[in-house]
């Protein structure tokens, strides 16, 4: 054990005290601490649990869950490649390559001399600007050759990050179609000084009357999920904002916090008149991190103007408040029970479910947690009222949807649009041409083909919590549902066995397809792991994993027959096969140097 003349408390100290030694705020710590010292140290640890009176295992644990933290060094630059399927298809592998050459490393490994480290990582929210990548986790978009060597030199030359030329941190929002939210021209305060005009109550009813359903996908009814928080009983309440949008080819919250953070915390602080909170979290993405200062600094200028704090505008018994929580790299956080583990400074475990997060959320509490897109939407109904929001879009589903439109056309970025629209319509809209496929809703939800374009973005048709993936015919769509099972693969939290081994069965088993290994056996296997993930999986990760490969195989037949080499079952494990490189170095392919049996197979 250290004592407190230890040398990490010199930068471990100011981070303690910051936040206020409260163990439920480990993760910050934790990523604070890696941001001052490049990883997070064995003798950190051990000073952690002496300070915060949390077990070892406990600090280990939670830092060893989050892929952006690292208990070992990873060099002074640590260069993580978006891996999401857009980047692929924008040549990101051939940037890595040359990368890794430039800087004489391997990719997955540190350098020698402990300078640099290049590996993947999944999507990082950048999909309309790619090829992307992180810099010690900092994002830098459009990637091409000419920019890798200009990033080789500066890390050659050891530069600091905070010397680079801006223009590698600019990013965009690329907008290009505005409704009632992205046109909104909205002034901070004013949705807030309409809704103290009524009582909780009455702006309850409203919400309800707008029909506004949660944006992240599930579509719940934001009126009810407040209704029942309002009811439920405890010491406190709190609102959270769920800004984990880790969903490959979802980006329009990065937008959105960007540029309208002003409507997503008038939208929480509203949610918190109406169900009495006085604490609220926006939990944000590790991925965008460069975004924290600018969010602190909206918060800190909110609080002067008396829209946040105590006595808001002017009355005396309200009183919240928001604080920021940076994630480090986890998908499943993006689940709500997992976002609130996160929050309480755990690994992002999904909670068995009930009891809910309504009536026992963050510290066990009653806890309304919905996404940036929806708390914007509540600002519009709160400035507007219930009536005019419900007069949007369709009968089921009220207002408007950002689409996230990235892949193959013209002009990637943000598209809004009332309910309702077809997906023809988006894809022109974006310019795409010779369209096969639109993936809606990230991997998790459903692959479009061509002849089903006509089909709608409503909650009873195309539910999305945003993303739109364009494919043209120059796709191979195998490769496509391939890419996603890696992600799940990579993105499982291991808590459960069905999910964590058989998202590693499925991937292995696209893996032996690509190799030409594949026999129908292995597509009855496939229909066998899925009936075993939706049944037994502790969450929706698993629930989902098998969804892009049977959306393809159905749909898309013919990018997997190709690859149905043999009629009978055959290993994935082909051993003369592993014996070519041998073979390479020794100059050697005559008969005597292959395995009998498969020689004769050919």
Known sequence: MLSQNNSHSKYLDPILIRHQHNPHNLLQILREAQEHYGYIHSEAID?????????????????????????????????????????????????????????????????????????????????????????????????????????????????????????????????????????????????????????????????????????????????????????????????????????????KDRVLLSSYADMVFEGMTICAHVIGAKKGFLYLRGEYRYLLDHLNAILQQRRQQSLLGNGILGHATFNFDIEIHLGAG???????????????????????????????????????????????????????????????????????????????????????????????????????QNTQAVQISGPSGICVASNEFDRRITFDDLPTAGAFMVFDESRDMFEVARNFVHFFKHESCGFCTPCRVGTSLLSNMMDKLAHGHGSPYDFAEIEKLNELLLSTSHCGLGHSACNPVLDTIAKFRPAYDKRLIHKEYIPAFDLDYALSQARQMTGRDDTGAHLERNHDAK
Not at 177 to 183: E, G, H, Q, T, V
Not at 206 to 223: D, I, M, P, Q, Y
Request: charged content about 20%.
């Open 47 to 251: 000073y952690l649990e002496l300070q915060l009176q949390l077990p070892r295992s406990m600090v280990e644990g939670v830092a060893s869950f989050y892929s952006l933290l690292y208990l070992q060094p990873h060099g002074e630059y640590r260069i993580l490649f978006s891996d999401n399927i857009t980047d692929r298809m924008l040549g990101n592998m051939d940037l890595i390559e040359n990368m890794c050459e430039q800087l004489w490393v391997e990719a997955g490994k540190v350098s020698e001399d402990g300078l640099v480290s290049i590996n993947t990582t999944s999507c990082t929210g950048m999909c309309d600007q790619g090829p992307a990548v992180l810099i010690n986790n900092i994002a830098i978009n459009r990637m091409t050759k000419d920019r890798v060597s200009a990033l080789c030199e500066l890390v050659r030359e050891r530069v600091p990050l905070s010397e680079w030329p801006l223009e590698f941190f600019a990013i965009e929002d690329n907008i290009h179609k505005k409704d009632i939210l992205l046109n909104s021209n909205f002034k901070s305060g004013s949705a807030l000084a309409e809704v103290l005009l009524h009582s909780a109550e009455e702006t309850l009813q409203e919400v309800k009357t707008s029909k506004l359903r949660g944006r992240g996908g599930a579509g719940f009814s934001t009126g009810s999920k407040w209704e029942f928080c309002r009811a439920a009983s405890g010491e406190q309440h709190y609102v959270v904002c769920n800004a984990d949008e880790g969903e490959p080819g979802t980006f």
């Open 330 to 432: 986890a998908y499943i956080c993006g689940e709500e029970s997992a976002l609130i583990e996160s929050l309480e400074g755990k690994r992002g475990t999904p909670r068995n479910r009930p009891p809910f997060p309504v009536t026992s959320g963050y510290l066990n509490q009653p806890t309304v947690v919905n996404n940036v897109e929806t708390f914007c939407a509540v600002s519009l109904i709160g400035l507007h009222g219930g009536a005019w929001y419900e007069n949007i879009g369709t009968e089921t589903s009220s207002g408007t949807k950002i689409l996230s439109v990235s892949g193959d056309c013209m002009r990637p970025g943000l598209y809004e649009y009332p309910f309702g629209v077809t997906v023809a319509q988006v894809l022109a809209d974006c310019g795409a």
